[in-house]
């Protein structure tokens, strides 16, 4: 499998393009399909790169501009307390990053109650909270864009 095709099957498997919140011309930040807490994103190269020492230093100049989006609209959506970058990529060897925020407290969203099991220590990824709400994921994108619009 060659780098493009790696590339598309990432993209595929994380609904980059549905769930797409902004980006840059290097760079993706989509609201990530499994919600270990509420509005958890994955931050994505746009190209594919299979180790992270492959970033050039233009892009990572440009990663540095989403951050602040990202960072403004989530505590803007939803009050996170922190928030946590992962770089895990032992299963999809993409340049990216696991947006997790963390909350001290549980949080109201779409009717529904968000909590973090794991604060203060690593986050519960294998949690997928409300994920047999159908709707949700396209709420909390809902939130994220307007959240980036202010």
């Known amino acids: 499998m060659d780098g493009s095709q790696r590339l598309a099957g990432f993209r595929a498997k994380f609904r980059v393009d549905e769930l797409l919140v902004a ?18 994103g994955v931050l994505s190269l746009n190209r594919h790169a299979a180790k992270f020492s492959e970033v050039t230093a233009a892009e990572m100049s440009d990663l540095s501009g989403l951050l602040g989006k990202l960072e403004r609209a ?4 939803f009050g996170n307390d922190r928030i946590n970058y992962l770089m895990l990529m ?28 794991g604060w203060p220590a690593f986050p519960a990824l ?5 994920d047999r709400r ?17």
Not at 74 to 77: D, E, H, K, P, R
């Open 134 to 150: 159908t709707d949700v994921l396209a709420l909390i994108h809902q939130e994220l864009q307007a959240a980036c619009a202010d």
């Open 90 to 117: 032992m299963v999809d060897h993409q340049v990216h990053f696991h947006v997790i925020p963390r909350y001290a407290a549980s949080r109201q969203f779409a009717g529904l109650e968000w909590d973090d099991p």
């Open 74 to 77: 989530v505590q803007s959506a």
């Open 126 to 130: 294998t949690e997928q909270q409300h």
């Open 23 to 40: 980006s840059t011309p290097a760079w993706s930040w989509s609201v990530r399909p499994g919600q270990a807490t509420l509005g958890c």
